[in-house]
């Protein structure tokens, strides 16, 4: 129970009425957590005294009971705000990823497409070619030294192949 309070007194609110507080219903059948959500990923949270709970977790648990050990609750929307139990589905680690890579959402995002590359093709066949220090290098590209020897190596930016090599 968490306590809700009504001007001079407090009352004590149920997880239930706590968390349909924060589910709002659209027309295409997702309930949207409009409380505070996760930076990373976009999964509502639901805060009780000090601890925090994923919001769909939260949703299947009082709809369905306990979510089994090793456990996943997975979307069939694919939205990560929605919290309908209708939405939700129970499976393993794996399950999950082979549903995500059946709707075709497991794209591997390397390279040029990553999120925070600051590399480009071009630049890495220029690094793997230059003569210069890994300083220098680091210097003109804007990245780290160690992301210049992971570069050098193929460490990283495995799927451009090194010209001129035997291999």
Not at 11 to 18: C, I, K, Q, Y
Not at 27 to 37: D, M, S
Not at 85 to 112: C, I, M, Q, V, Y
Not at 116 to 142: E, F, H, N, P, W
Request: proline share 5%; charged share 25%.
């Amino acid at each position: 129970m968490s306590w809700k309070r009504i001007p001079g007194r407090f009352l004590r609110v149920s997880l239930e009425e706590s968390f349909e507080r924060f589910a709002q219903k659209t027309p295409q059948g997702c309930w949207l957590w409009q409380a505070r959500c996760k930076k990373r990923g976009g999964y509502g949270i639901l805060r009780r005294g000090t601890k925090e709970y994923l919001a769909h977790r939260i949703s299947w648990q009082i709809q369905n009971g306990p979510i089994p050990k090793g456990m996943m609750v997975c979307h069939r929307c694919d939205v990560p705000a929605c919290v309908n139990p209708a939405h939700l589905f129970l499976g393993t680690a794996l399950d999950n990823n082979r549903d995500r890579a059946l709707k075709g959402r497991s794209s591997s995002r390397a390279g040029e497409s990553a999120p925070c590359s600051k590399l480009t093709a071009q630049a890495v066949l220029d690094i793997r070619a230059s003569l210069m220090s890994s300083r220098q290098l680091a210097l003109r590209y804007g990245v780290g030294e160690g992301a210049i020897s992971r570069v050098k190596s193929g460490r990283t930016w495995k799927h451009i192949p090194f010209l001129g090599s035997a291999s």
